[in-house]
């Protein structure tokens, strides 16, 4: 590849397509990274196909690139809404000169070469692709698996990704070797459904595998497993994360409701005792951290489904809870159902949960005024140049808050592990100042 090429890439949605972006980056390393796409010669948008809002983002993001880019430059539409929705988007999609699924990051410097006539095959999993890692020089994004074994109703993830395919435990070995190589020590480990890994291997608890693999790797110190899934995860696993040395005691599990009657509407596989269950064994580990997530206005979602929601998270304390307002996905057994929630009774009943997890979210800050805590710093804050941002060593990477450091008793550095006194919280963010080397 001519080194004086440029490229621009735009990586939407996921953290797990954060790391098939940092596989494209790797194996299109030869060209500079620039950051407006009118100076590029290769445009690369990965996209989002997960819901409504995304897919909109997903091509305007694409139509905007596409007036400002030079004539001559190639535009590339890669990831999820593009596998799901190829043949449609060719047809429709002018402005895009290629087309790539879930299964072509590894390969995408021959695709772009394809339009020279030259032909590669096809792979899937990532295996020992090397990536450049995007946005830290301390943590990464390591993928589990692909595909999912889920039947939610209201998800087309399985449809256009496929079965679950789990990576082979020494390629995960390999890459985070590799990566601790580099000075990298914060791992987080993702997949659709993560407590399903190496079920495909026939192996129940693979997590339980991952986790003694990855605390016999030199230089990790910090990790977490995010998306778990509740039908697929057992008290062993959680017993051995809470027991585990390096692994936090962070426990991201989507539950998206606690109502039985919907919850088998939803196709999830396990019930609210279940659930509360592995939530309580969650929420008494010591020092712990859970996040969950939940979609409002299912098809069918009655009043006293919602009251019951709604009182559960008032009992129950989250530090963090996402919202979605559900929408008809192709292909879903959701979008075939009848009794959909009007936008309008969505919204209000988002504008309800949204009160709750404010004061979900300033209870958990709360719970740190005072104390000494461990924060890795990150660079020049979003308040500007006279904050060091930071976050809380157990928390995962930009979707849990931000610390403002505003002193420091000795010299920082990007990337390292300090231990700060918290003396205020400003809106959603707590401030505090380092007072050692961790």
């Known amino acids: 590849m001519d080194k004086n090429k440029k490229l621009h890439l735009v990586s939407l949605g996921c953290t797990k397509n954060l790391i098939d972006s940092e596989v494209m980056l790797g194996r299109l390393k030869d060209y500079e990274l620039v950051d407006e796409g009118d100076s590029a010669d290769v445009i690369i948008v990965n996209t989002c196909g997960f819901i409504d809002a995304a897919k909109e983002e997903s091509i305007q993001t694409i139509l905007n690139l596409h007036k400002e880019r030079k004539n001559d430059s190639l535009l590339v539409m890669s990831g999820c809404l593009s596998e799901r929705y190829k043949e449609e988007l ?3 999609l002018k402005e895009v000169d290629i087309f790539t699924g879930v299964g072509d990051y590894d390969r995408i410097d021959e695709l772009i ?3 020279q006539n030259r032909f590669s095959p096809k792979s899937y999993l990532i295996k020992n692709e090397e990536r450049v890692i995007t946005g830290s020089n301390y943590h990464a994004y390591i993928k589990l698996s692909e595909g999912c074994n889920q039947q939610c109703s209201f998800c087309a993830i399985p449809q256009f990704k496929g079965k679950l395919q789990s990576r082979e435990l020494s390629s995960i070995v390999e890459e985070v070797k590799q990566l601790t190589k580099k000075g990298y ?11 399903s890994y190496l079920r495909d291997f026939d192996v129940k608890d693979g997590l339980i595998e991952l986790i003694n693999a990855v605390e016999k790797i030199e230089g990790v110190t910090s990790a977490r497993i995010l998306y778990l899934y509740p039908s697929t995860l057992s008290d062993e696993v959680l017993e051995k994360i809470i027991s585990s040395s390096v692994f936090h005691n962070y426990f991201d599990m989507p539950i998206q409701h606690i109502s039985d009657r919907l919850l088998k509407i939803m196709r999830r596989g396990s019930g609210s005792e279940v659930i509360k269950h592995q939530l309580e064994i969650m929420r008494s580990a010591p020092d712990s951290f859970v996040r969950t997530s939940i979609i409002v206005g299912h098809p069918t979602e009655s009043d006293e489904d ?8 008032n009992d129950f304390h989250f530090d963090r809870i996402n919202v979605f307002a559900y929408s ?3 292909g879903t057994k959701a979008k075939t159902l009848k009794d959909k929630i009007p936008l309008e009774v969505i919204e209000k009943r988002i504008e309800i949960l949204n009160k709750i997890i404010q004061k979900q979210t300033q209870k958990s800050l709360e719970n740190d005024m005072g104390k000494e805590i461990e924060i890795i ?3 020049e804050s979003s308040e500007g140049e006279f904050f060091i941002a930071s976050k809380k060593s157990i928390w995962a990477e930009d979707i849990d808050g931000e610390i403002l450091i505003n002193e420091s008793e000795v010299e920082t550095k990007v990337g390292k592990r300090y231990t700060a006194l918290i003396e205020q919280i400003a809106g959603d963010k707590l401030v505090g100042k380092i007072t050692r080397e961790a």
């Open 113 to 115: 070469e394809l339009k």
């Open 306 to 313: 919602f009251e019951e929601l709604v009182e559960f998270l």
């Open 377 to 379: 710093t990150q660079g």
């Open 185 to 195: 020590y914060d791992f987080s480990f993702i997949s659709q459904d993560s407590s």
């Open 328 to 330: 008809d996905e192709d």
């Open 90 to 92: 060719q047809k429709d």
